[in-house]
């Protein structure tokens, strides 16, 4: 808006307050309400705009979540479809879960079918208890398992892999594999619960000794020396030490070659 002109003979000249009737503060403070007004309005533009990059982000998180679950819908397919082929995977620790689904699916795919179950395994061994469970299961089902290290095969996934059924125990060429004790502290172990726990720990220890002996068909005396530490083998010393039959993996035709 343009600033109005000031006519000669408005009020007295000599009055310096009428004169200034305050034009220059008002039409300042007309200016800067119109600049706040301005600023408001650049203001709730930026507010719109930030709405609109909240949104932006959001809609960006569901597309990853969206992506992530279609991943994750793709990886338990393969497995699904695999495990219909009785191809069985122990990888990662072993807790109660994996350890649960080992156990189900081995009991499941027995009670189909008398054919052989494969299970590979690649895993840093767990719970005893965990590892046992597996093996009793293994034992017990009327179907051979048929056991393959393709990555590490420690603790006691090396005890499960050596329980496989004889002479189709396997482990790729690079394959590593390591066997110890079930381990307690017998320094702490002196009274009330440590002492009862050491106690359990060994019967535990002597369990787990008597199974190495028995499914390498090596002497208890030198399965204890050899457990007294960690004993890491690559796939000919495992071969060796009568924990696996073979170097490389089962035959293709085998597994894929027949009707699930």
Known sequence: MAR?????????????????????????EDEKGNEDEKGNEKGNEDEKGNEKGNENEKGNENEKGNEKGKEDNWWDDIYERLAQRR????????????????????????????ADIFLFISSPGGSVTNG??????????????QTICVGEASSMASLILASGAKGKRRAFAH???MAHQPWSNKLTAKT?????????????????????????????????????????????????????DEIGGPDHDEMFGRKP
């Open 175 to 177: 394959a590593s594999i």
């Open 192 to 244: 009330g619960i440590l002492s009862v726990e050491h106690k359990h720990m060994d019967t535990f220890r002597a369990d787990v000794t008597k199974l190495y002996a028995a499914k390498t068909q090596l002497e208890l005396r030198v399965v204890e020396r050899l457990l007294e530490m960690d004993f890491y083998m690559t796939a000919e010393m495992a071969k060796a030490y009568r924990i696996v």
């Open 87 to 114: 191809v069985l995977f122990l990888q990662g620790e072993l807790d109660t879960e994996v350890t649960n689904k080992i156990v189900g699916s081995l009991l499941e795919l027995s009670s189909r079918s008398p």
């Open 4 to 28: 109005p002109i000031k006519l000669p003979g408005w009020g007295n000249d000599d009055e310096k307050g009428n004169e200034n009737w305050n034009e220059n503060e008002n039409w300042n």
């Open 132 to 145: 046992l469970s597996i093996i009793n299961t293994m034992e017990q089902i009327k179907a051979d398992v």
